[in-house]
Nanobody, 121 residues
Framework: DVQLVESGGGLVQSGGSLRLSCTAS????????MGWFRQAEGKEREGVAL???????VYADSVKGRFTISQDNAKNTVYLQMNSLKPGDTAMYYC???????????????WGQGTQVTVST
């Protein structure tokens, strides 16, 4: 099975930046779609950004122009660069992987433990 470990969360002021990392292990050599999701307290988990096996990137409207997803295959790592952060971005951020991309969390089999991002005013 694929194991995912996120890092890079923390507390940042509004307008600041953070870069999240997700390192994967347990690959069988099959390429995966990688995604970032987030879940704020009391809300449902929502998609933030996806990158598929062809390196096509998809973003939620709420983060377009501010967040960038990228990957380093040599390091088996996917990144989420988050700029111009807002208090509304406060959430637990999760990395996910599966053979095919999905816009919904139920479409991903493999998940990391999450990393907390808190944006203060």
């Amino acid at each position: 099975d694929v194991q995912l470990v996120e890092s890079g969360g923390g507390l940042v002021q509004s307008g600041g930046s953070l870069r999240l990392s997700c390192t994967a292990s347990g690959y069988s050599g099959t390429a995966y779609c990688m995604g970032w999701f987030r879940q704020a307290e009391g809300k449902e988990r929502e998609g933030v950004a996806l990158i598929d096996q062809d390196y096509t990137k998809v973003y939620a409207d709420s983060v377009k122009g501010r967040f960038t997803i990228s990957q380093d295959n040599a390091k088996n790592t996917v990144y989420l660069q988050m700029n111009s952060l807002k208090p509304g971005d406060t959430a637990m951020y999760y990395c996910a992987a599966d053979s095919f991309c999905s816009a919904v969390p139920a479409g991903f089999r493999y998940w990391g433990q999450g990393t907390q991002v808190t944006v203060s005013t």
